[in-house]
């Protein structure tokens, strides 16, 4: 195969009456797409004529700056701003605006998101988010509003905070709720920082173990760590939780308190919670649960019930708000009686009047004089809290109970439509919750999850969370949300099934799947170390090959 300068091959790109490749690298309609600065360069604009030679710069717009210095380059469009000047090339690459819309739409397309495609990302929770969400979330009245603005003009965005709150509240059945938190994490850090000032009040700020379970989120021991605690783990019983004879035997002077999830990452309810609970308060400290997973018992059970101190709630997973790709989440910790004095500042509290007001200082006297200081700037994703408000109201308590009740279902539904073809290492223990958990074992000898995963591409789904928990080998977590319909996973369980059946049966070209994606299987460490930031052409690599 000859490439001349140009990279246009003369040759037809067709071996035995099968075209194999295209000049273009395109493959009908999933297109190639070069990076933006590769497509445009700053020497090009797309939108204005350079100026003609001897033009006398902003002459006869009215306005115009006093006494104009020409620029370096003598490019005159550069004072727009109010007599600024730019003196550097801005480096923006010029594209006309189709290059510019093709751009991007063409990199959404290469994209895989819920608009998509089922999304069986275990731990997620990738639920189909409402257009009713996004409608409410732009009304001008919240989304051009800006946080320094008077109180008495944004009563409406206090009112939908407060209204929330009283919703989070209600269905955990806690004391009060911090609503500033942006994302789980940040909200663990919250929850382990308001049990970190709860424990100074008391004197006890010598208690620097926080006990957390093998199967937990990545982010507890991050968390506790970060809040200053040294992290100790409890090991997972046979059946994939929490080891309550263990935890309980740790418990002593030194444990500022326990960080359990619940559900937990294995997909399963841990039963023992009120008594962990118990346990954990006899002994001094505190119960912070990681409620990541609660749409899998919203409206079943109140972890306020369970003796829970604090609890982040995922507004992006369980009330559907958007997440993927950096955000923006939000993470509202609801909390007891007795951490609720230490919640952060600012909150919205409702006044006798009707009014809202916003507290944003320690007051002596009132119910929050203990603030362990503020999580953000200023409230909290307001967006988020208008999406997450609209998804609520648009359930209601029982439909929300629903909402529990089908995730589970259709986890369950994916449970028992695989677990002949996969191994479930704690399918004998009864129904899951909301995601289903398989391991790799039964494979064939050199298969693991990896190709499983990637023969999931090939056939148009996204890869389920992989190697996760680690306390299952090999771990594949799938959690279908309550969003999808039988027949979405129905076509997911047998487009699974054919891929497993191939693992087991060792199908080497599982090995180098996906083979119909713009890209196959990638070496992703490799490319973390020594990223190639510039885009190359596919066709060249593959005449390689
Ligand atoms: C998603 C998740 C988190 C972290 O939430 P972020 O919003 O991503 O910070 C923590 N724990 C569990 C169990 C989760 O699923």
């Not at 309810?269 to 609660?294: L, P």
């Not at 950096?326 to 007891?336: I, K, M, Q, R």
């Not at 799947?513 to 460490?525: C, G, I, K, V, Y």
Request: charged share 20%.
């Amino acid at each position: 195969m000859s490439i001349n300068a140009s990279g246009w091959r003369p040759e037809a790109p067709v071996s035995g009456g099968k075209a194999s490749r295209t000049v273009t690298g395109n493959k009908a309609l999933m297109l190639e797409e070069k990076l933006i600065f590769e497509i445009g360069d700053a020497e090009t604009t797309g939108v204005d004529f350079a100026d003609a030679d001897g033009a006398v710069t902003g002459a006869g717009l009215g306005e115009t700056p006093p006494t104009p210095s020409p620029s370096p380059e003598g490019e005159g469009s550069q004072e727009r701003l109010a007599g600024l000047f730019r003196d550097t090339a801005i480096g923006l690459p010029g594209l006309s605006e189709p290059e510019t819309v093709r751009h991007y739409t063409r990199l959404s397309r290469q994209n895989y998101g819920i608009d998509l495609g089922f999304f069986p990302l275990g731990s997620c929770t990738m639920k189909h988010n409402p257009r009713l969400n996004e409608k409410m979330a732009r009304l001008p009245g919240f989304a051009d509003i800006h946080p320094l603005q008077p109180i008495d003009s944004v009563q409406g965005a206090l009112g939908v905070i407060h209204e929330l709150a009283t919703w989070l509240i209600t269905l955990t059945g806690m004391h009060g709720v911090a609503m500033s938190p942006k994302a789980g994490a940040h909200g663990e850090l919250c929850g382990v920082l308001a049990i970190r000032a709860a424990l100074e009040a008391k004197g006890e700020g010598h208690r620097k173990i926080i006990l957390v379970p093998e199967s937990a989120h990545g982010t507890n021991p991050a968390t506790a760590a970060f809040a200053g605690y040294q992290v100790e783990d409890i090991p997972a019983t046979a059946e994939g939780r929490v080891d309550t004879a263990a935890l309980i035997a740790r418990l002593g002077p030194d444990v500022a308190g326990v960080m359990i999830t619940n559900p937990n990452t294995c997909g399963l309810f841990e039963r023992d919670m009120r008594t962990i609970s118990d346990a954990v308060h006899a002994a001094g400290g505190f119960v912070y649960c990681d409620g990541a997973n609660f749409n899998a018992i919203v409206g079943r059970v109140r972890p306020g019930d369970l003796g829970i101190d604090a609890m982040h709630i995922n507004l992006h997973k369980t009330f559907s708000t958007p997440h993927g790709g950096g955000g923006p989440g939000s993470g509202p910790v609801v909390l007891s009686e007795a951490l609720a004095p230490f919640g952060p500042l600012p909150f919205v509290a409702k006044q006798a009047d009707g009014h809202f007001a916003l507290i944003e200082e320690e007051t002596a006297g009132d119910d929050h004089p203990h603030a362990f200081g503020r999580m953000v700037a200023f409230h909290g994703q307001m967006g988020m809290f208008t999406r997450a408000l609209t998804y609520i109201l648009s359930h209601g308590a029982d439909g929300l109970r629903q909402v529990a009740e089908d995730a589970v279902l259709n986890a369950n539904y994916i449970l028992r439509s695989l677990d002949k073809t996969l191994d479930a290492p704690f399918g004998a223990s009864g129904p899951c919750m909301h995601e289903a958990l398989f391991s790799d074992n039964g494979l064939a000898a050199g298969f693991s999850t990896i190709d499983i995963a990637k023969g999931l591409i090939d056939e148009g789904f996204h890869p389920m969370t992989m190697y996760f928990p680690l306390v299952v080998h090999g771990a594949m977590l799938i959690e279908p949300t309550e969003t999808e319909s039988k027949a979405a996973i129905d076509q997911f369980v047998m487009a699974l099934r054919s891929v497993a059946e191939r693992a087991k049966a060792g199908d080497v070209s599982l090995k180098s799947a996906p083979h119909f994606a713009p890209r196959s299987r990638l070496d992703e460490t490799l490319a973390a170390r020594k990223p190639v930031l510039v885009w190359k052409e596919p066709v060249l690599a593959q005449a390689a090959e």
